[in-house]
């Protein structure tokens, strides 16, 4: 069945350490991938996508995330994270252009001082 | 700002009535899907709609439905409410590509 996975469903860092946030898919194909942001009380704010091409996408806030096919993943990655990184993040899978936009469960990520 | 615009942003009402939410997709985007979040059951896809059809639907129920205009606006409608029924319901809207999906600040339904 396809799926996205998100192992982690709390992660706790410290501000200013790095942190890495992980998915894994299945599905037959390599689909479309994001990573949705979501502070608390607001909408959800995309962070970067993958499509194809250069395995490792930059994206907003300093974020980025590598494809991995061998392993089916879509990791989140960030050097040193910051107060204001505090939130739920999304790992989501399009199975084509037209499809529909599955979720991950998400992280909630807590930033300790 | 994703340029996606919900309203209300927080609605309360009681079990058995019906309510509207209203979004206006990003200026262009002729697709706009309603997703449901809830603790219990995490983001779910409920309807998309493109151009004034319905291209795809997911776990949307019976009550509730929902369309899309000539202005490209689009509404879901809620009926018969109940308790399990609240939830933050998102709207969002892509472009012809269909492959970027943009998301609002969500409308929070409390029925109580």
């Known amino acids: 069945a396809q799926s996205v996975t998100q192992p982690d469903i709390h992660i706790t860092v410290s501000e200013g350490a790095s942190l890495e946030l992980r998915c894994n898919y299945s599905?037959?194909?390599?689909?479309?991938l994001f990573w949705y942001v979501q502070s608390p009380g607001q909408g959800l704010q995309l962070l970067l996508k993958?499509?194809?091409?250069?395995?490792l996408v930059q994206g907003i806030k300093g974020f980025e995330a590598e494809f991995k096919r061998s392993q089916s993943s879509f990791n989140l990655r960030k050097p040193s994270v910051h107060w204001s990184d505090a939130a739920e993040y999304f790992c989501?899978?399009?199975?084509?252009?037209?499809?529909?936009?599955?979720f991950g469960a998400g992280t909630q990520v807590v930033v300790t001082p | 700002d994703s340029g996606v615009t919900q309203t209300p942003k927080h609605l309360i009402t009681a079990t058995g009535q019906r309510v509207t939410l209203r979004c206006s997709p990003r200026s262009g985007d002729l697709s706009v899907y309603w997703y449901q979040q809830s603790l219990d059951q995490g983001l779910q896809f409920l309807i998309q709609?493109?151009?004034?059809?319905?291209?795809a639907k997911g776990n949307i129920l019976e009550r509730f439905s929902a369309q899309q205009f000539p202005d490209l606006h689009s509404e879901l409608n809620l009926s018969s409410l109940e308790l399990g029924d609240s939830a933050l319901y998102f709207c969002?809207?892509?472009?012809?590509?269909?492959?970027?999906?943009?998301f609002g600040e969500g409308s929070w339904l409390t029925v109580v």
């Open positions: 993958y499509f194809s091409g250069d395995t």
């Open positions: 969002a809207s892509s472009g012809n590509s269909g492959n970027t999906i943009y």
């Open positions: 989501a899978v399009l199975p084509d252009s037209w499809g529909k936009l599955q």
């Open positions: 599905y037959g194909a390599t689909p479309y």
């Open positions: 709609y493109y151009n004034g059809e319905e291209r």
